[in-house]
């Protein structure tokens, strides 16, 4: 699944660029680089009918273990997650995501998309007395996956952001879709 992204900051990506520059404005520290579960991240939430860049700990608290993924299939059945679902959606940006191979040697691999320098993974939020926090949705892994992982992230496509944030019934609709096709390299 999804245990580790990242954000490549110094990408000359423009889209990425301007995501930043709103995180920033936040004032509050987030992380780029490789991102692991409980750090503070840069997230796109619905705010007033409009997009908002923000910053959200990476994880569910509460329960014995940080919840840092949640089955789309059924976190609408879920009390942990259905509420989050209907009401409180997230587009997590990357510039790609990290699973290791166990076959054999233990090896990771960087997993991004041919079509987009940028990726944007489907979560949901909560709010919390330390401030929000988020999980990413995971789905049946894809054929570029499954040599890799049996599931992966909730891939989003830029048009796809508006709408999943926006309408809860073009979200639900989003998780059943087989995900976007991905390149995969061997990270250092």
Same mark, same amino acid.
Request: hydrophobic share 40%.
């Given at each position: 699944?999804?245990? &580790? *992204?990242?954000?490549?900051?110094?990408?000359?990506?423009?889209?990425?660029?301007?995501?930043?520059?709103?995180?920033?404005?936040?004032?509050?520290?987030?992380?780029?680089?490789?991102?692991?579960?409980? @750090?503070?991240?840069?997230?796109?939430?619905?705010?007033?009918?409009?997009?908002?860049?923000?910053?959200?700990?990476?994880? #569910?608290?509460?329960?014995?273990?940080?919840?840092?993924?949640?089955?789309?299939?059924?976190?609408?059945?879920?009390?942990?997650?259905?509420? @989050?679902?209907?009401?409180?959606?997230?587009?997590?940006?990357?510039?790609?995501?990290?699973?290791?191979? /166990? /076959?054999?040697?233990?090896?990771?691999?960087?997993?991004?998309? @041919?079509?987009?320098?940028?990726? *944007?993974?489907?979560?949901?939020? &909560?709010?919390?007395?330390?401030?929000?926090?988020?999980?990413?949705?995971?789905?049946?892994?894809? @054929?570029?996956?499954?040599?890799?992982? /049996?599931?992966?992230?909730?891939?989003?496509?830029?048009?796809?952001?508006?709408? #999943?944030?926006?309408?809860?019934?073009?979200?639900?609709?989003?998780?059943?879709?087989?995900?976007?096709?991905?390149?995969?390299?061997?990270?250092?």
């Amino acid at each position: 699944m999804c245990g &580790r *992204y990242m954000v490549f900051d110094d990408a000359e990506i423009p889209e990425l660029q301007v995501l930043l520059r709103h995180a920033r404005s936040t004032g509050l520290p987030f992380a780029t680089g490789e991102v692991f579960p409980s @750090d503070p991240a840069m997230v796109v939430v619905q705010q007033d009918g409009a997009p908002l860049v923000t910053v959200m700990k990476w994880g #569910y608290t509460g329960s014995s273990r940080l919840l840092i993924n949640a089955r789309a299939e059924t976190a609408a059945e879920k009390p942990t997650f259905a509420t @989050d679902l209907a009401l409180r959606r997230c587009v997590i940006p990357t510039t790609g995501f990290f699973e290791w191979s /166990h /076959h054999g040697e233990k090896q990771k691999y960087l997993f991004s998309l @041919d079509t987009s320098p940028l990726l *944007y993974l489907g979560g949901i939020w &909560r709010p919390s007395p330390e401030g929000g926090q988020f999980t990413i949705l995971t789905t049946a892994a894809n @054929d570029s996956m499954r040599p890799y992982h /049996h599931r992966m992230p909730v891939l989003l496509s830029p048009a796809d952001v508006r709408p #999943y944030l926006a309408e809860v019934q073009f979200a639900q609709n989003l998780l059943l879709q087989t995900p976007l096709p991905l390149r995969c390299e061997r990270a250092p």
